[in-house]
């Protein structure tokens, strides 16, 4: 897994790495532009203008929440990434934190319409995302949504089967999210399937 040096060396050509991952349709950015609409549309359609963005990298969905004035609060730990994020969105409450620790100390206070993450979980494991998903679940207002999209399969079969057709290129560092092991800690969790390797999840607040 890249460390927050490697994501700073990595930032400048980030975006071009994922498009050229998208157009060609291939693990592990197959269906990137759909999971962003998806996420984009979802927002779009709801009251609510607080957004917090868990990963938020060079803010690719932020920036376009942003400039339909939502308020952005951003976590990620790369310095670099949240530059690029800052110079877009100048109003945006931006922090240089790793989310494996939950979310910033000076935030407890803070409660969001909206929590969102793409592409940036999958460097969790299992055990380390349950809690935190969990903790996010109780920063939520109470028509909110935290909305996950990433690498994700409705099966660990089905899971075994894109390893195994990816040879070389799967990741084995990454740990990505499947349906039916969310579903022993996470009831009504919903998943929203966009290519043969990417979904949106999404979990209502916890009262």
Same mark, same amino acid.
């Given at each position: 897994? *890249? ?20 157009? &060609? ?10 999971? *962003? ?11 609510? &203008? ?43 409450? &931006?922090?240089?934190?790793d989310f494996a620790r939950g979310l910033p100390e000076n935030?407890?206070?803070e409660r969001f319409d909206f929590i969102v993450s793409t592409y ?58 499947? *349906? ?20 949106? *999840? ?6």
């Amino acid at each position: 897994m *890249l460390d927050f040096k490697g994501f700073d060396l990595w930032a400048d050509g980030y975006d071009r790495t994922v498009a050229l991952s998208a157009d &060609l349709e291939e693990y592990p950015f197959a269906g990137y532009r759909l999971v *962003l609409g998806t996420i984009y549309d979802r927002i779009r359609r709801a009251k609510g &203008l607080k957004v917090l963005d868990l990963g938020i990298g060079t803010g690719v969905l932020a920036k376009k929440l942003y400039g339909d004035g939502y308020q952005i609060y951003g976590v990620d730990f790369s310095e670099k990434m949240l530059a690029i994020a800052g110079e877009a969105m100048p109003g945006a409450q &931006l922090a240089r934190w790793d989310f494996a620790r939950g979310l910033p100390e000076n935030w407890a206070e803070e409660r969001f319409d909206f929590i969102v993450s793409t592409y940036a979980l999958h460097h969790l494991t299992d055990v380390q995302k349950t809690p935190l998903i969990r903790q996010l679940q109780k920063r939520l207002n109470p028509d909110g949504a935290l909305l996950i999209g990433d690498v994700a399969f409705e099966t660990r079969a089905q899971q075994e089967a894109c390893r195994a057709a990816c040879g070389a290129l799967w990741d084995d560092e990454e740990h990505y999210f499947v *349906l039916e092991t969310l579903r022993q800690d996470f009831d009504g969790v919903r998943f929203e399937k966009c290519s043969f390797c990417a979904a949106v *999840l999404q979990f209502d607040p916890l009262g």
